[in-house]
């Protein structure tokens, strides 16, 4: 599940895979590699550096390219046609007539194949050419990544990528550490510490000693495994054992390490990375498979017509011909009749082949492309603060995109920017963040109103934002409990600060909310500037304050908090604690009660606001209290049993009775427009579920900050069993509450039945009118996902209006999406933004990737891309219907076209003998499908617009027809063909009905064959020119110059190929010379012209009339509206604002990781201190008591644990970091 | 098919980022073109009632005096029709019929007399028509050569494989070649007028301008360009299989002998449907004071060379005037009128429809 993705980042996604072949050798049971010894190496004959994705090359692009295209049902079908056409007994149509439309389809295709592959060429080269540093003989060579062999020592800089798997030798870093980002590889944006073994850091970076290496790495041979690595280094005569965290694995990034030396252990196509690509899983539309199952139809059909038309060639033969065998002779052939009617059957099948268009495929694929481009042109679509336009990766789903019913929603970072804002808080019971206008009344927040100005503060963060100037004066009158609120935020965190030129501080969040809190902390005068393992340095207003870190009480998931001890330049000692409200409140001092009801009441009034917060307090710690506590913490910090427990029992003890200091509120950012455009694409009836890492408040917070959760909506159902019973027991209140008692009675018995109800009939869903919302805690939603009980889970789901779940896994969401994809046959689309929303996005119908953010895994895996989660609004329902709506047009008018060009033939069998004499001219009908008619169809294919994009959005409900796959379907089907079958009809048989006797005007006869067939033909394409035209709502200046560009162009080679010139030229290829004049200079082939146009338009547009004047469909009222609104002139359009609740309820957010305290207290993150600011010597004799040498290693080993698990769940985030779900932290809650 | 879009520096990562850090770096913006950005002008037309139904009246009223007209137009025109076939024992060419093959050799004689109760005052037009006749059939249709017929020495010499099994005979090429050519129309049709004193009148019949001019001066050509001897130009090859003299015998004058005879020319034109007439002859008229064909009784001297009998085809001969718009035509005016006066109450019934029923006011109640 994990690597499923992973095959991504290699170059191309062209779903070749390059690693389905190994170079020529077999099984490789044990890998030997000797450093600096390429002659030994290249004994075992082991891949190189170098990696192709591309598939051919000049000399094989022809063969295999059409190869491949032959493998292609339409095409090898329409070779065999053509083989057939050279049998002479068989052949009824020249050979050409097969030939010039399968050459154009083939040279298109293998055209954009060419292309594609000399992209992939390019950046194959372009990969293959880097530049790595390779010590060669002794020296440091600049080489290409191509020419790396295994065994060489290469160097990598900070911010390079690593060329190939290496094992670690040494790095610029103390302990041999080195500091990798595994983003490409697994989605981990988080540090990642690889470690050399202790003999081989000790190498360094001196090249002599490197080159002088000569350890030899017996290790596995190449596998996919990404986190497992076993192997042993044989070094002066001793043995050192390899695991996984020695390797740099190709495709992760050097960071934060200025060097570091790797020996190549895999290269090229044996890296890890390239061993896991693999073929990704082809999606097509709904469409696509209809068109398939029609094509299957056409062929029935054919053969039907085939066999129909053989008999009649049969009876045929026997009465009649044989009796005109005197002027039929055909030797001993024609005697048989039964023989003569299987070869018309052949002959048959060639002339009629036209139903199943050539043409097709190739038009679709053409259109998709043309609307892809449209995707990628869109300029509302285009998101400029991070240029990034909207993208359409996979061109073959964009019909798809009107039809979706289903959206499944990451939450960070997708529906939010995952961007943290200080924007409130309250200080010892007054409240900052409001602005207030001069009467005293609230003031709406807005891009104008002014900003807070921080000039006095010269370090301060410029894109800080805080609109209440109350909270500064209060800081500049130097209010004691404001500035201590401040010195809490800019002291109690896990924040890494890095200054890379005087006054310009970036800080290292491990969560956002933290960097949010000591960026507001910072810019109001309490600048945390930099930190050792034992102290921190903060600017008070200009003055640099150093503290000496004594403790740090670490958060996790119970405590819900976490606080520091300090002790100040004064001397003395003080506690600070963050956390929840609920947790904090309960270790108050008692005289804070009164303080406490008020920040409580604006920590409730922030909550309703969406706002995210945290109560803050301190204490002041008796010198003697703390030695006495700091013994028992370092006694209970080398404990070996119960350790956690133990130290969690002293961090309670001294958390006690502390002062409240406030409470801060934070704001997870959403994105522009996500509310409004959750509102109207609910209004199109598009089902939103919400599926998130993150924890329920939160999820149940940006629920109602999205609109998603009202308060006027009935009852929302929060499923939190922990076993199948209780979730079931949950389920089925649930259902029952909103089913109503009386359906109480079905549902124990005809349980099947009902379910069976249900899921056919949607009906039912829309007939409740209470709205109801249902979230789901992923460790119920893992029972609820159980074989049984996955139908209640989709009927109560579906009868909510919102859903949302949380703590879900990535594979979880995965699941669901296959839940719906499985009980409700409906498009669903998912979007999210980070590898934990790769395995929902390739399993939805339609993948969205959130791109312009750090990862770009899910981009990646995504069928569609763009910067902003309002603009899917934009794509669903202008792109994607008009897409819809295009398809099924065109699909429609090509079965209509077709099918009215070849059963004219159909017709004449029964006045030909069943001969299967073709009606038209031969180069007719080769030109018909990719000539006369193509371009018009595909203008309207690529331009037509029924409602315009305003109008698109402003209806939402235009968006069901897609959903009810109405606008192309066997009934449409159905209905096209039979409006073909009846033109074809009209077509011969009026021309039939004038020509029985008919004479040209200087009394020569004009009912022969050629006059007829230029008579039918150019019946035929004025009548399909005049369809298209009424198919076509939008006309452009393109349909005009394609739609009359193309009657004159029929009419041009018409009469060109009734020269007098090219009849000289090939008398044998066109013996229709003069037809074209001879007969269109007859009045009545005109009449009868005019009268087949008629009579096959007519109809159709009556019954066009006709239905949208007595049912006419919401299109036809908003085009109606439309014009209406077009003569009058263009008018503003008034968006609908969504109103925001505001409710009363209690938010918690504190995304936080456990661990960091320690790491920090180690000081095993930290560069040699460079900040002159510390007064106090490194080996200052307080020491944290998680900062002795005897724990050093273990942020090590924890951080490789916890990496051993994420790969084992496959994905995890920064931000969804606490979305591990532990016991311990639901039963606290 | 086309799938998966291309993306190449994936492995770089270098996408992250505002690309505003270089000087030259140029946006991603999209352009802002109408055709981009799906704005093109447009024409879009709705079929309202505001167009509909005036168009069903407009073609009720144009297709219905057309229908008049052309029909009125067409039973002007006179038109005489003889079957000749002699399948009935009463038939003066029942013997004929009865006795005749191919390769005999004695041409039968049949004479019939027939009146004519209308004077046909313009040029008359002699058609003769066969029923039940083939001329669409594939391999018929396919049996030729154009470019022997075009005048290409080689394919006399070598005709094309299409025409077997009449490509060639004793060895020599056939010349015209194929099915086509060797089924000629050769029934020799005479008539004349029987004058009230019992005296027959023979009617000058033109054979010349009965085929299309592009055939015959494009289509058709004689090998040996303009060599006129054609006796010398056919000397290697051999008459079809059916014909009693060679191609080149066809007529004394030299523009209407050998490939470019007109009866041949207008044989070849091989006919659509199974039933249909050929233009035979011309007859000019003469004189602006007497009908070309007077009111009177008339005989048709057939001699009778083609036999019908084995496939119960029927032979025809047709005597006709045509108007501008050809001959005569019943099924276009008929069919004019009918289709303009569907158009015409379908316009009344939608009118009503529209008017009892329909939603004129129909965009008020859009949901939004």
């Known amino acids: 599940m994990a690597l499923r993705w992973l095959w991504m980042l290699v170059p191309g996604r062209g779903g070749w895979n390059p690693c389905s072949k190994s170079p020529g050798q077999a099984l490789e049971e044990e890998r030997h590699v000797r450093a600096n010894d390429r002659d030994y190496n290249e004994r075992f004959n082991y891949a190189d550096n170098r990696i192709k994705t591309a598939k051919y090359n000049v000399f094989t692009f022809l063969p295999i390219n059409l190869f491949e295209q032959f493998q292609r049902f339409a095409n090898a079908y329409f070779l065999v046609l053509l083989i057939l056409q050279l049998i002479p007994e068989i052949s009824s149509l020249s050979w050409f007539t097969t030939i010039v439309p399968l050459v154009l389809v083939l040279a298109i295709t293998a055209v954009k194949d060419a292309t594609d592959d000399y992209f992939r060429h390019k950046s194959d080269q372009q990969v293959n050419t880097r530049q790595s540093q390779v010590l060669i003989k002794g020296k440091l060579q600049n080489e290409k990544w191509m020419n790396v062999r295994v065994g060489d020592i290469i160097k990598l800089e900070n911010n390079q990528f690593v060329a190939a798997d290496l094992l670690l030798l040494s790095s610029s870093e103390p302990y041999g550490l080195c500091y990798i980002e595994t983003a490409e590889l697994d989605g981990e944006t988080n540090l990642k510490v690889r470690q050399a073994l202790t003999v081989t850091s000790d190498l360094g970076d001196d090249v002599e000693k490197l080159a002088d290496f000569n350890g030899e790495v017996i290790c596995e041979p190449p596998n996919n495994k990404l986190d497992k690595f076993t192997g042993t280094l044989y070094w002066k005569d001793n043995k050192y054992p390899l695991d996984n965290e020695k390797m740099l694995l190709r495709g992760c990034v050097l960071r934060n390490t200025e060097w570091c030396f790797g020996l190549v252990i895999f290269a090229g196509l044996q890296t890890k990375l390239m061993q896991n690509c693999g073929r990704t899983k082809f999606k097509r539309t709904s469409i696509d498979k209809l068109m398939n199952t029609l094509v299957l139809w056409i062929f029935g059909f054919l053969i039907c017509m085939g066999i129909i038309l053989a008999i009649g060639n049969t009876i045929w033969e026997q009465k009649v011909g044989s009796s005109f065998w005197e002027y039929l002779q055909w030797k001993e052939l024609s005697i048989n009749a039964v023989f003569s009617g299987f070869l018309t059957f052949w002959s048959y099948i060639i002339i009629l082949n036209t139903v199943v268009p050539i043409s097709l495929y190739v038009s679709v694929e053409v259109l998709r492309l043309g609307h892809s481009y449209f995707i990628n042109w869109d300029r509302r679509m285009y998101y400029s603060p991070k240029d990034t336009p909207a993208e359409a990766r996979t061109t073959t789903l964009n019909e798809e995109l009107g039809q979706v019913e289903f959206i499944f929603s990451d939450k960070t970072g997708t529906l939010t920017q995952n961007i943290m804002v200080f924007n409130k808080c309250s200080i010892n019971g007054k409240t900052y963040g409001d602005v207030y206008d001069e009467f005293g009344h609230k003031v709406d927040i807005t891009e104008k109103t002014p900003c807070v100005d921080f000039s006095f503060n010269p370090l301060m963060d410029r894109k800080f934002r805080f609109h209440d100037s109350s909270l500064v004066e209060a800081i500049k009158l130097e209010e004691p409990l404001v500035q201590e609120f401040f010195r809490l935020l800019a002291l109690c965190h896990t924040i890494m600060p890095e200054e890379r030129n005087e006054g310009e501080l970036v800080y290292q969040a491990q969560s956002p909310d933290e960097g949010a809190l000591v960026t507001a902390a910072r810019n109001f005068g309490f600048v945390f500037r930099s930190r050792t393992p034992e102290t921190i340095t903060l600017y008070e207003m200009g003055q640099a304050v150093t503290y000496q870190l004594l403790a740090i009480l670490d958060f996790n998931n119970v405590r819900k908090r976490m606080s520091v001890i300090v002790r100040n330049p004064k001397g003395q000692l003080k506690l600070y604690s963050k956390g929840a409200d609920t947790v904090l409140f309960d270790r108050l001092d008692p005289s804070n009660e009164e303080l406490m009801s008020t920040t409580s009441e604006h920590l409730n009034e922030f909550a309703g606001e969406g706002l995210r917060t945290l109560a803050l307090a301190y204490k002041d710690l008796d010198e003697d209290v703390f030695d006495e506590w700091m013994k028992k913490l370092l006694f209970a910090s080398t404990a070996l049993e119960n350790r956690e427990e133990k130290l969690g029992a002293l961090y309670e003890e001294i958390e006690q009775g502390m002062l409240l200091l406030g409470a801060t509120a934070i704001e997870d950012k959403l994105q522009e427009g996500v509310p409004e455009t959750i509102a109207c694409l609910t209004l199109a009836n598009i089902k939103i579920w919400v599926l998130t890492g993150d924890k329920l408040e939160t999820a149940m917070n940006i629920g109602y900050s999205c609109n998603m959760l009202r308060d006027d909506m009935n009852k929302v159902f929060i499923i939190s069993g922990h076993t199948t019973l209780e979730v079931q027991q949950e389920l089925r209140t649930a259902k029952e509450i909103i089913t109503g008692p009386s359906k109480d009675k079905f549902s124990s018995g005809l349980d099947m039945d009902k379910t069976e109800l249900y899921s056919s009939d949607s009906v039912f869903e829309e007939t409740i009118i209470a709205e109801y919302a249902l979230i789901i805690n992923g460790h119920s939603l893992a029972h609820a996902l159980e074989a049984d009980l996955e139908q209640i889970l989709v009927d109560v789901a579906c009868l909510c209006k919102t859903v949302i779940c949380c703590r879900v896994t990535p594979l979880q969401k995965a699941l669901v999406v296959e839940l719906i994809k499985r009980h409700k046959r409906a498009v669903t689309l998912a979007i999210g933004d980070g590898a934990n929303d790769v395995s929902m996005i390739n399993t939805a119908h339609i993948g969205v990737g959130i791109s312009g953010q750090e990862g770009m895994q899910a981009v990646l895996a995504s069928d569609y891309s763009f910067a902003q989660f309002r603009y899917l609004q934009r794509l669903l329902l202008v792109h994607g219907r ?307 040498s005897s724990v050093n290693n273990s942020w090590v080993n924890d951080t490789s644990r916890d990496q051993t698990e994420t790969y084992n769940t496959g994905f995890r985030r920064e931000s969804d970091q606490n979305q591990e779900v532990t016991v311990e932290d639901l039963e606290a809650r | 098919m086309m799938a998966s879009s291309y993306s190449a520096k994936e492995e770089d990562g270098h996408h992250s980022g505002p690309a505003g850090l270089g000087a030259a770096t140029r946006t991603r913006k999209p352009d802002n073109t109408a055709f981009k950005q799906q704005r093109l002008p447009a024409w879009q037309p709705i079929l309202t009632a505001g167009t509909v139904l005036p168009a069903f009246f407009i073609i009720g009223l144009i297709f219905i005096p057309i229908g008049i007209g052309l029909y009125v137009t067409s039973n002007n025109i006179n038109e005489f029709e003889i079957d000749y076939t002699g399948t009935d024992m009463s038939s003066p060419c029942f013997n004929c019929s009865q006795n005749f093959s191919w390769n005999s050799t004695t041409p039968c004689k049949c004479v019939l007399s027939f009146y004519l109760d209308q004077p046909f005052e313009s040029n008359v037009f002699m058609y003769y028509g066969l029923s039940n006749f083939y001329q669409n059939h594939r391999r018929y249709v396919k049996s030729r050569d154009d470019s022997q017929l075009n005048g290409d020495e080689r394919s006399l010499k070598e005709p094309s494989k299409e025409c077997e099994p009449y490509r060639t005979n004793e060895n020599k090429p056939i010349a015209p070649c194929g099915a086509i050519a060797n089924s000629m129309f050769n029934d020799t049709l005479d008539l004349f007028y029987i004058n009230p004193s019992g005296s027959k009148t023979q009617i000058p019949l033109n054979k010349k301008g009965i085929a299309w001019s592009t055939d015959k001066r494009v289509k058709f050509r004689n090998p040996g360009g303009s060599n006129p001897n054609l006796t010398a130009v056919f000397k290697d090859t051999a008459k079809p299989v059916n014909w009693h003299k060679p191609v080149y015998e066809l007529d004394s004058e030299a523009d209407n002998n050998g490939f470019i005879n007109e009866d041949f020319i207008v044989w070849m034109r091989t006919a659509a449907l199974p039933t249909f007439r050929k233009l035979y002859r011309i007859i000019q008229k003469n004189n602006n004071m007497t009908p070309t064909l007077p009111r009177g009784n008339y005989s048709l001297e057939v001699t009778y060379n083609y036999p019908v009998r084995s496939f119960e085809g029927r032979k025809r001969v047709i005597l006709s005037t045509i108007s501008w718009m050809g001959g005569k035509n019943p099924f276009l005016g008929i069919a004019y009128m009918t289709v303009g006066s569907i158009c015409f109450f379908l316009g009344v019934v939608l009118l009503f429809i529209h008017h009892k029923y329909g939603n004129r006011n129909n965009s008020s109640d859009i949901a939004s």
């Open chain 1, 882 to 1188: 008009w897409s819809y709506h295009r398809m099924c047009n065109f699909l429609c008018y090509f079965f209509y076209k077709n099918f009215a060009f070849t059963l004219v033939h159909f017709w004449y069998g029964f006045l030909c003998g069943f001969s299967a004499q073709t009606v038209y001219d031969q180069w007719f009908i080769t030109l018909f499908n990719i000539v006369y008619t193509s371009l018009p169809v595909l203008a309207m294919g690529l331009f037509d617009q029924d409602v315009n994009e305003q109008y698109s959005l402003h209806y939402p409900n235009l968006y069901r027809p897609g959903q009810l796959n109405q606008l192309f379907n066997k009934r449409k089907f159905f209905t096209c063909t039979l409006q073909g079958v009846c033109t074809s009809f009209i077509l011969f048989f009026i021309p039939y009905g004038a020509f029985m006797s008919a004479v040209r005007d200087d009394g020569a006869h004009i009912s022969d064959q050629q006059a007829f067939a230029v008579t039918i033909s150019t019946s035929l394409v004025i009548v399909v020119s005049v369809q298209i035209g009424l198919d076509t709502n939008y006309w452009t200046a393109v349909n005009h110059f394609f739609i009359w560009g193309s009657l004159a162009v029929y009419f041009a080679i018409l009469f060109a190929m009734h020269s007098d010139g090219i009849f000289t030229i090939f008398p044998n290829q066109f013996p229709f010379i003069g037809t074209a004049r001879n007969t269109l200079n007859q009045k009545i082939v005109w009449l009868v012209i005019l009268l087949t146009t008629v009579v096959c338009i007519m109809p159709m547009v009556a019954v066009r009339f006709i239905k949208a004047d007595l049912y006419p469909t919401q299109t036809d009222k908003v085009r109606l509206l439309q014009q209406a609104t077009r003569r009058q002139g263009p008018q503003e359009q008034n968006f609908r604002r969504v109103r925001r609740t505001s409710s009363r309820r209690s938010a918690y957010a504190f995304s936080h990781q456990q661990g960091y305290g320690e790491l920090i207290t180690s000081g095993k993150n930290m560069k040699v201190p460079t900040s002159s600011t510390s007064t106090y010597p490194l080996s200052s004799p307080t020491r944290g008591p998680a900062g002795t």
